[in-house]
């Protein structure tokens, strides 16, 4: 299946215009019904940044808003034929169109990748702020909710609203306000069409990120070292055995 052009094309005017103005038609196949029963086209034609004639399939006639668009639109509408053709892009074209593109990219999910960490440590006075990240997931819906020894917390937490970062994907960040105490497990849910069961993710309190890398690359350095050690000691051996070996 192809995507249809809008018959509309045929309705741009071979005006010439000197430099600097602009004739443009908009386009606009408007739902959010997955069966399509709440589809409507709208088609606006502007000069400059001014809209004169429009056509709305739910009013389903053009109608003017300039001097000169109200002519258009009365111009146009004497035409039944095209009358009848706008009334059936709704169909034609945008029901059309919406079938072909929804599988490619409105039914797509992609998962979340959800990060917690640590933006304040509590100073014993003030509670510590954890926050809770999930990045370049889509669609935007989304909610994300934090637990404590599972239970759902609903006081202390602030979120930001879905942020579009301009390439499809979504992020979002919610934090919480919380007073460290021992024994207690503070995770991050979060629920998107991506996965059909909420995605949890546990706060490790012990250290921080940065720390623990540090450990990490200290352990990985400590085993490498003994493992280049042991193999030159073991060469060693065998290079000094073989010269006893060795007749006079
Ligand atoms: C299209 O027309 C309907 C019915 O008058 C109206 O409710 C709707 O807001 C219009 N849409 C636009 C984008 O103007």
């Known amino acids: 299946m ?5 018959l509309y094309l045929v309705l741009l005017k071979l005006t010439l215009y000197s430099a600097g103005y602009y004739e443009m038609a908009l386009e606009e196949c408007i739902y959010s019904s997955s069966d399509y029963s709440d ?43 095209l009358l009848q053709q706008a009334r059936a892009e709704v169909d034609r074209f945008c029901k059309h169109n919406a079938q072909v593109s929804d599988p490619a990219v409105r039914d797509k999910t992609v998962k979340p990748d ?9 100073d014993g ?12 997931f889509y669609p935007q819906q989304i909610k994300v909710t934090w637990l404590k020894n599972n239970v759902p917390v609903t006081s202390d937490v602030t979120s930001t609203e879905e942020m579009a970062d301009g390439d499809w994907y979504y992020q979002i960040h919610s ?3 919380y007073t460290p105490k ?22 490790e309190s012990s250290l921080p990120e940065s720390e623990r890398n540090k450990i990490v690359i200290g352990a990985s350095a400590l085993v490498l070292g003994t493992i280049i050690a042991a193999a030159g000691l073991i060469y060693y051996k065998k290079k000094s055995a073989g010269r006893i070996l060795v007749p006079h």
């Open 182 to 203: 021992s024994g207690e497990k503070i995770s991050c849910m979060v629920e998107h069409a991506s996965s059909t069961k909420p995605m949890i993710v546990d706060w």
């Open 175 to 177: 934090h919480l306000e």
């Open 114 to 122: 959800i990060k917690v960490s640590s933006v304040k440590e509590s």
């Open 2 to 6: 192809f995507l249809k052009i809008h």
């Open 125 to 136: 006075k003030h509670p510590a702020v954890l926050m809770c990240s999930a990045y370049n």
């Open 39 to 81: 589809m409507v086209l709208i088609t606006g034609w502007y000069f400059n940044k001014y809209l004169y004639t429009q056509f709305n399939s739910t009013v389903g006639e053009f109608v003017g808003f300039t001097e000169y668009g109200v002519r258009n639109a009365e111009f146009w509408n004497k035409n039944t034929a």
